[in-house]
């Protein structure tokens, strides 16, 4: 079936840092995708989203970058700061309409 | 504008009660969204909405009902609570228009615990 995975269940930054969480999908005709942040005893919040004719995209402080040659997408989040941590989950959505969840990677940032 | 809010944050149950959640948005959207978060599995979809009156299964249907009768509200039922059923429970909504399975607000989430 489906799936979509993130290649670190965890990763520990400096501060002022960037960060860079990865995550891989299985499925070829997944055409949209996201990224969600979602803080400890919240609910997900949307970052940024891209679609599959687009190989990149910036937002605030953020880029993502989709290789759909690996099936590879990226968050990029720079000059890390401590209200970037968080747990960072993708999702990507498939021609059927079903988005599927990675299971997240927790960013500690460290003073 | 208050988004997306859920009532109970927080709820125990006993094996066999029912409860309602609900879920309520205030920012007009058409499309709402029921999922359960479980350690290790990731978020995933119970019951969706794209509209008043409108209601669709999603990836994990099974011992939950929905309805919604008004637009700004997405109610989540359980008949007969089970222990598998123990989790933490998100509402979202997004607007209509898009891409029906791309949530855009999430609530706050209700902890549910049966035993």
């Known amino acids: 079936g489906e799936s979509v995975g993130l290649h670190l269940p965890t990763l520990s930054v400096q501060e002022g840092d960037n960060s860079i969480i990865n995550c891989a999908y299985s499925?070829?005709?997944?055409?949209?995708f996201i990224w969600y942040k979602q803080e400890s005893g919240k609910g997900p919040q949307f970052i940024i989203d891209?679609?599959?004719?687009?190989d990149k995209r910036q937002g605030q402080r953020v880029t993502v970058l989709l290789n759909k040659t690996v099936k590879h997408l990226s968050l990029q989040i720079a000059a890390t700061q401590p209200g970037d941590s968080a747990v960072y989950f993708c999702a990507s959505l498939s021609n059927t309409g079903k988005l599927i969840f990675g299971q997240g990677t927790t960013l500690q940032v460290k003073p | 504008n208050a988004g997306v809010t859920q009532t109970p944050k927080f709820r125990v149950l006993k094996t066999g009660q029912s409860m309602t959640l609900l879920c309520a948005q205030d920012m007009n959207h058409e499309y709402m969204y029921w999922y359960r978060q479980d350690p290790g599995m990731g978020l995933r979809l119970i019951h969706y909405s794209v509209g008043e009156g409108t209601t669709a299964k999603g990836e994990v249907p099974d011992g939950y009902n929905v309805s919604r009768l008004k637009k700004q509200n997405f109610l989540l039922g359980l008949e007969s609570a089970a222990p598998s059923q123990t989790s933490v429970y998100f509402c979202?909504?997004?607007?209509?228009?898009?891409?029906?399975?791309?949530?855009?607000?999430f609530g706050p989430g209700t902890r549910l615990t049966v035993l």
């Open positions: 891209i679609r599959s004719n687009m």
């Open positions: 499925n070829s005709a997944s055409d949209y």
């Open positions: 979202a909504s997004s607007a209509g228009g898009g891409l029906v399975g791309s949530p855009r607000f």
